[in-house]
C-alpha cells in the first residue's frame, strides 16, 4: 500500500457514476490521494461515444465523489503525457483489457510507468446487470431524436474534421457505429453517417436520378436509426421544388437527422462523378437561394443544419461561379457550403478552400474526395476543410465480394471454394446483439 503522500491516479469517460466507480475509488484510496482524470470530449468520440454532459459537467460529476482529492482533465487518450505530467505512484484501472483499444491504452500505461517505477493496480471491473442496464439506457438516449439531431453542430466545434463514412442499411450503419481502430498512437471511429444518394438508389438497383422517393429514403434512414446513435447527414439531391423541400426539412428534423445537403442543379439530376459526360443543368443562383431560404424559414428546431453544395467545379463553369455561388448561398441561411470535384488531383478544391477561407472564417466547408482520394484529413484541415465524406466506399467494397461469391458458387457448383473468403457461420448468428 502507498505511504501517506502516494499518488493514485484513474481517468473516467463517463457521464454517470455508477457503483463501478464507486467502487474503483473505494479500492483507490487504500494506496494514498486519488486523482481523478475526466477524458475531454473529443477524445471521447474517438475512444468511447459522444458524451451526454460537457467536460465540464462531467468533471463536477466526479468532483462530487467524497474521496476524490483532485480531478484534472486527461486531453489525450493516451495516458503518458499526463502521467508525466502528474507522476502518480500508481495508476487505478477495471481488468476490462479485452478490446484492442482496451489493449493500446494498457500497453501506453505500462510503458509509462516503466519509465519511472510506477505501479499499475488492476481491479475486477464491475458488470452486473444494473450497470449494463444503465450503458443501455445512456446509449438508448443517444439515439433520441432530440439528442441526436444537434450533435453534428456540437462534433464541428469539437474536432478538428467531422469523418463521416456512407451507409445505406441497417448493417452499414452498424459498421459505421462500431468501427474502431487501435495503434500505438491512435484510438480512432468515424465521427457521423453520410445517407448517399448514390448508394441508397444503388442498393435498391435503381440509378441515381432522384428516382428513388423520400418514403423510400427515409425508410432507410429509420433502419440506421434504429441501430446507431452518430450524427447523421443526409443527400437531398436537388431538394425538389422548394414547396417539395420545406416538408423535407421537417420530416427530416422530426426523424433526428442532423443535416440535409442539397445540390444547385435544377430538372434531371444525374450523378456529378458523371460531370458533363451527361446533360446536367445548374440552377439559378437566386433560384437556388430561396430554395435554401424556404428550407431555413420551415426548420423549427435551432440545431439542425441545410447544406448547400455547389457544382460548378463539376460542370466546368470555373472557380469564379463557384465561389460566387457559395458566398450567395451563405447569405440565403446555408449553415455550410459543400464543394464538390471529380478530379483526380485535389488543387481546385483546395484553391476553392482558401478562397473562401479569405473572407469567410466561420462557415463550415464540407468536401467528397472520391476521386482525388490520395488527400489526407490532415492536409484538408490546412484548408479550412471541417466534414470530410466517404462518400461510397462501403458499397464499392461490398458488391465485388458479394460478385465474386456469386462467380465461385456457379463455377464451382458448391459453396466449398468461397467458404474461407466469408465471415463464418457463427460470426454471422452472433453479429447482431439481441436486446
Ligand atoms: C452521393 O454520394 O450520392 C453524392 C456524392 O451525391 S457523388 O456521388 O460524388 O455525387
Ligand atoms: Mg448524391
Given amino acids: 500500500m502507498g505511504s501517506d503522500n502516494s499518488i493514485v491516479y484513474t ?27 475526466v477524458l ?40 503518458d503525457k499526463v502521467v508525466e505530467e502528474l507522476r502518480p505512484d500508481y495508476i487505478i484501472h477495471g481488468d476490462n483489457w479485452s478490446e484492442d483499444s482496451m489493449k493500446v491504452i494498457r500497453q501506453n500505461i505500462v510503458d509509462v510507468l516503466d519509465k519511472y517505477g510506477g505501479e499499475l493496480i488492476e481491479v475486477p471491473y464491475t458488470f452486473n446487470e444494473n450497470i449494463q442496464k444503465v450503458d443501455r439506457q445512456m446509449r438508448e438516449q443517444l439515439s433520441m431524436p432530440e439528442l441526436r439531431r444537434g450533435r453534428l453542430k456540437k462534433l464541428l466545434d469539437m474536432v478538428p474534421v467531422v469523418k463521416t ?12 457505429e462500431k468501427t474502431v481502430i487501435a495503434d500505438e498512437e491512435h484510438i480512432d471511429q468515424f465521427d457521423a453517417m453520410w445517407v448517399s444518394s448514390l448508394c441508397d438508389s444503388t442498393e435498391k438497383g435503381k440509378p441515381d436520378i432522384e428516382l428513388v422517393d423520400m418514403t423510400s429514403r427515409f425508410r432507410t434512414i429509420n433502419d440506421i436509426m434504429e441501430v446507431t446513435t452518430k ?25 433526428g437527422v442532423s443535416a440535409v445537403i442539397i445540390e444547385d442543379k435544377i430538372g434531371l439530376k444525374k450523378n456529378s462523378l458523371f460531370g458533363t459526360e451527361v446533360k446536367q443543368t445548374q440552377d ?30 463539376i460542370l466546368e463553369q470555373g472557380m469564379e461561379d463557384a465561389l460566387k455561388r457559395a458566398f450567395a448561398f451563405r447569405d440565403a441561411g446555408a449553415d ?17 478552400c482558401d478562397k473562401f477561407r479569405e473572407k469567410d472564417k466561420e462557415t ?3 468536401v467528397v474526395p472520391s476521386s482525388y482520394n490520395t488527400i489526407t484529413e490532415e492536409e484538408l484541415i490546412k484548408h479550412g476543410v471541417n466534414i470530410v465524406i466517404y462518400a461510397n466506399q462501403l458499397l464499392r467494397a461490398a458488391f465485388p465480394a458479394m ?3 456469386a462467380k465461385s458458387i456457379l463455377k464451382h457448383h458448391r459453396a466449398h471454394e468461397i467458404d474461407e473468403e466469408l465471415l463464418s457461420i457463427k460470426d454471422i448468428i452472433t453479429l447482431i446483439d439481441e436486446l
Fill in 11 to 37: 481517468c473516467f469517460c463517463t457521464d454517470i457514476i455508477h457503483e463501478g466507480h464507486l467502487n474503483l475509488i473505494n479500492e483507490a484510496k487504500k494506496y494514498g490521494d486519488v486523482v481523478v482524470g
Fill in 40 to 79: 475531454c470530449d473529443a477524445q471521447m468520440v474517438k475512444y468511447n461515444r459522444f458524451p451526454l454532459k460537457s467536460t465540464s459537467e462531467r468533471v463536477k460529476l466526479v468532483e462530487e465523489i467524497p474521496d476524490v482529492s483532485k480531478v484534472i482533465i486527461q486531453d489525450q487518450i493516451m495516458y
Fill in 165 to 176: 463514412i456512407e451507409v445505406h442499411s441497417g448493417l452499414t450503419g452498424l459498421i459505421a
Fill in 231 to 255: 450524427p447523421i447527414i443526409f443527400d437531398g439531391d436537388t431538394g425538389g421544388i422548394a414547396e417539395h423541400f420545406v416538408y423535407t426539412v421537417r420530416s427530416l428534423e422530426r426523424m
Fill in 284 to 313: 439559378e443562383i437566386g433560384h437556388f437561394c430561396e430554395k435554401i431560404a424556404a428550407g431555413k424559414n420551415a426548420q423549427l428546431s435551432d440545431d439542425f443544419m441545410i447544406i448547400a453544395r455547389i457544382e460548378s467545379l
Fill in 336 to 352: 455550410g457550403i459543400m464543394i464538390h470535384s471529380r478530379r483526380k488531383e485535389p488543387d481546385e478544391i483546395l484553391e476553392f
Fill in 364 to 366: 463550415p466547408i464540407v
Fill in 403 to 405: 460478385q465474386n461469391a
